[in-house]
């Protein structure tokens, strides 16, 4: 099997930022007396902010309009308090895949616009295809936001290679056929089990994605 692309996670991956969406969350659902805890947040990763807050708001007894209220205070919250990170050693990672002449996407739960935001300002023509939660009728744990940034990329779903931090996101590439990578950023390595590899880096990432690129190349010449 030859690998010809990489599809990124954007939030716990390409950046260091689900910490900071955590303590929005947390801070908009206290206002309504609500005490949302890491780990049922981390576990909800990748659905989008719609169906995070209508989810969250369902299990602690929140009508419409309440959910409503600490969907857009948490915007606020995070919009206030936001700082981008980076985990240590991703962005030599990628300048070396860049390099390499790896193709490379970004498919997230993430809005298109506060997405567009940062890769315009942090990464130059690093990525071919950003494949949002406003792109697809179904985001994560479907597999329809990997399938179109396969498409984007003009690649077959085996072709690709998903970088995911969260279990909703491995299911969903999983489902489309594609080979994930887990790293364990915010949450441990049990959660991630539905993945192909788990690591707890991205250097231990960078040798097993030139492995899967390189040594399936080989063998296939």
């Known amino acids: 099997m030859a690998y010809k692309g990489i599809l ?4 716990g991956v390409v950046v260091k930022s689900m910490e900071q969406h955590f303590d929005a969350w947390q801070k908009a659902f206290a206002e309504k007396g609500v005490h949302i805890t890491a780990d049922e947040f ?10 995070i807050s209508r989810k969250i708001g369902a299990a602690h007894g929140l ?6 209220k600490v969907k857009t205070r ?12 980076f985990y240590e050693y991703f962005l030599p990672m990628l300048k070396s895949l860049h390099q390499k002449g ?17 890769v315009d300002k942090y990464f130059n023509d690093e990525f071919f295809c950003i494949v949002t939660v406003d792109d697809v009728p179904r985001g994560k ?11 984007l990329l003009g690649l077959e779903p085996h072709e690709c290679i998903v970088i995911e931090n969260a279990p909703l996101g491995i299911r969903a590439a999983k489902e489309a056929g594609m080979t ?6 915010t949450l441990p390595a049990r959660f991630l089990e539905q993945a192909d590899y788990i690591y707890p880096d991205f250097r231990e990432i960078e040798q097993q994605l030139n492995t899967l690129l390189f040594h399936s190349e080989a063998n296939t010449l």
């Not at 009508?63 to 409503?68: H, K, L, S, T, Y």
């Not at 744990?141 to 498409?151: I, N, Q, R, V």
Request: without cysteine; negative net charge.
């Open 8 to 11: 990124f996670d954007f939030d």
């Open 42 to 51: 981390f576990i909800m990763e990748g659905q989008g902010i719609d169906t």
């Open 63 to 68: 009508n419409a309009a309440e959910v409503a």
């Open 74 to 85: 948490k915007v606020s919250h995070y919009n206030q308090y936001m700082t981008i990170e």
């Open 102 to 118: 790896i193709n490379k996407g970004i498919v997230t739960g993430g809005t298109r616009d506060r997405v567009l935001q940062i």
């Open 141 to 151: 744990p479907y597999p329809d936001p990997f399938l179109k940034g396969a498409e």
């Open 180 to 185: 994930v990578i887990a790293i364990t950023t």
